[in-house]
Structures are given as C-alpha cells and as structure tokens.
C-alpha cells in the first residue's frame, strides 16, 4: 500500500505506480481503463477526504487472475454513490465511468480506522473476475 496527500500531484504519481505495476504483471492490456479508474477514484479521495481523522489517502494494487484490483483508502466517512448527471453539470459523472470500465465491478467497504474503500476490479475476460464483499453504493 502507497500513500499520498490529498494533493492533485498525487493523482498523476498514483498513476505512475499503477503503469509500473501493470506492465511487470504483464497487464499493460489494461493500462488505458485502469488508469481512468484509478484517476477518478483518486480525484475523489483528493476532493473529499479531509481532516479530522488527517488527510493522507493510499492506493493498493492487486494482481488477480484474470486483472487487477485497484483500492483508494481515504478517510471521508461519505461513501460514493451512482447517479446520472445532467447534460449540463460540470461533475458527476466519475462514477458512471468507473461503473461501466469496470462492468458494475466497483464497491465500497468499511476499513480499520476512520474512512473507507473504494474498490474496482478490472479483468481482460470481462465479468466478476476477483470481485469480493460488494457493499451497496
């Protein structure tokens, strides 16, 4: 696990980390959703994840079977939710990305501490390769 501050820098290094981890898992297939995925869910991290509790977020990348998982640890106790933006608002629709590069395979689940986690599971076979503890959203 890698962890970042809540800064805008940090979305772009995540990114960095993730690349290097797709291409040694032989991965790189995945590289253009994967990054997408994790640059939305950092983002959000970065916009929403603020004091009490500190401010640090942190990435975990997992190399799955058939993908990989892409955690964001944050601790903002508001958990994400899907919903369709209108045509003419400028946010709000991260989620909806997320939803459809992952095949409805993201989450959200409690975590040791203040805070949550953000999940997606990305496969090259498509369909719920690695998906566990699916929580609403």
Known sequence: ??????????????????????????????AGDAVLVLTELVTNAVKHAHPPYGNVIATRFERLEHGVRIE???IAEQRPQLRSASDDAESGRG???VDALCEGQWGVQDREGPGK????????????????NRAAV
């Open 1 to 30: 696990m890698k962890t970042w501050p809540p800064t805008p820098r940090s979305v772009a290094k995540a990114r960095w980390l993730l690349l290097g981890h797709l291409e040694v898992w032989g991965l790189d297939s995945l």
């Open 95 to 97: 989620l909806l990305l």
């Open 72 to 74: 964001v640890h944050d």
């Open 117 to 132: 986690i953000v999940w997606a599971v990305l496969s090259r076979t498509g369909g719920p390769q690695g998906t566990r």
